[in-house]
């Protein structure tokens, strides 16, 4: 089973409609974060919390909530999805003392 | 601002090529790490080089640390078709926090 799991892999969408994006792990790491992708732009840090009581806004946090449920569990929100939040999303998490990021899978958001 | 940048953005070789990108920038960092990430998965860590200088070999894998530690290189000796994807470097932002900077990539394709 994968570490880092990520629900849903697709989601199409209206602009106007709120989504969420969900992140589990079975690593029992302190940190998590969202990322999104776009060609030509790398990965972009949108949110990270470093334990259930910790959030931090990352460079692209407008238009985008989180929520740390518990250590295992990282949502992510779009509250009224535009066309420009058409990206590719990664969860991923780490340890407190290292740098190393594992990686879900990844969610592919397409708003219509 | 703390920026990485990557060469060739875009590569398409033949079976049994050799090549290098490079991950340049203009700040110092205390480590580099390198990614690989193939179509429909999230990032998957190869390698991470602490010290300026520093040579690691994965296999047919090559990565290199510049001296001061601004820079660093990834070459591949016989490149497969399984080599094919998004190689991608990424760094700790110097505030720390368990933070990286990601590169925007080089996606490589390895024709048989």
């Known amino acids: 089973d994968a570490d880092v799991t990520q629900t849903p892999r697709n989601r199409i969408t209206k602009t106007g409609k709120r989504i969420m994006l969900e992140c589990s792990q079975t690593k029992g790491h302190d940190r998590m974060y969202w990322y999104r992708q776009d060609p030509g732009l790398g990965l972009r840090l949108i949110y990270y919390?470093?334990?259930?009581?910790?959030?931090n806004k990352g460079e692209i946090s407008d238009g985008y909530s989180v929520s740390r449920q518990a250590q295992a569990k990282f949502s992510l929100s779009l509250e009224s999805a535009i066309p420009n939040q058409t990206a590719l999303y990664f969860c991923a998490t780490s340890w407190t003392s290292g740098n190393e990021q594992f990686f879900g899978p990844g969610t592919r958001l397409t708003v219509l | 601002t703390q920026l990485l940048e990557q060469s060739p953005q875009f590569l398409s070789i033949q079976e049994g090529e050799n090549l290098t990108v490079y991950c340049n920038s203009s700040?110092?960092?205390?480590?580099l790490q390198w990614y690989r990430q193939e179509p429909g998965e999230g990032p998957v860590l190869l390698v991470t080089v602490v010290t300026g200088g520093e040579v690691k070999k994965l296999k047919r894998l090559t990565f290199q640390f510049g001296d001061a530690r601004k820079d660093s290189s990834l070459h591949i000796t016989a490149a497969q078709p399984g080599d094919t994807g998004l190689y991608l470097c990424a760094g700790p932002n110097s505030g720390g926090y368990n933070k990286l900077i990601f590169g925007a990539g080089t996606r490589l394709a390895v024709h048989p």
């Open positions: 919390s470093f334990d259930v009581k910790d959030i």
């Open positions: 700040s110092v960092f205390s480590s």
